[in-house]
Nanobody
Framework: QVQLVESGGGLVQAGGSLRLSCVAS????????MGWFRQAPGKERESVAS????????SYADSVKGRFTISRDNYKNTVYVQMNSLKPEDTAVYYC???????????WGQGTQVTVSS
């Protein structure tokens, strides 16, 4: 079992930045690909970014490329997503996930709200 706890969400103006953190605990995390997903009201959940624990190879949704950066700290068992140049359309609940495969994952955090005002 893996437990995930997100933090760092909040309200920010368009053009601003936020950094989300996800502390993971439980099973051997190096086995898993970690990721961030988001879901806006009335929309389907979408993958934002993902990264492997070991090689650190990251992938991003086209909508956030060049603005978001995912990273991980293996010693702290923490995954981050640095979000810059935020837009109102980035407003959503952001979820940390472990054992990511494509558009889904086995383990999920509780979510943290990000609101970008125009």
């Amino acid at each position: 079992q893996v437990q995930l706890v997100e933090s760092g969400g909040g309200l920010v103006q368009a053009g601003g930045s936020l950094r989300l953190s996800c502390v993971a605990s439980g099973r051997t995390l190096s086995m898993y690909r970690m990721g961030w997903f988001r879901q806006a009201p009335g929309k389907e959940r979408e993958s934002v970014a993902s990264i492997s624990w070991t090689a650190g190879i990251a992938s991003y949704a086209d909508s956030v490329k060049g603005r978001f950066t995912i990273s991980r700290d293996n010693y702290k068992n923490t995954v981050y997503v640095q979000m810059n140049s935020l837009k109102p359309e980035d407003t959503a609940v952001y979820y940390c996930a472990a054992d990511v495969t494509g558009m889904t994952a086995r383990y999920w955090g509780q979510g943290t709200q990000v609101t970008v005002s125009s």
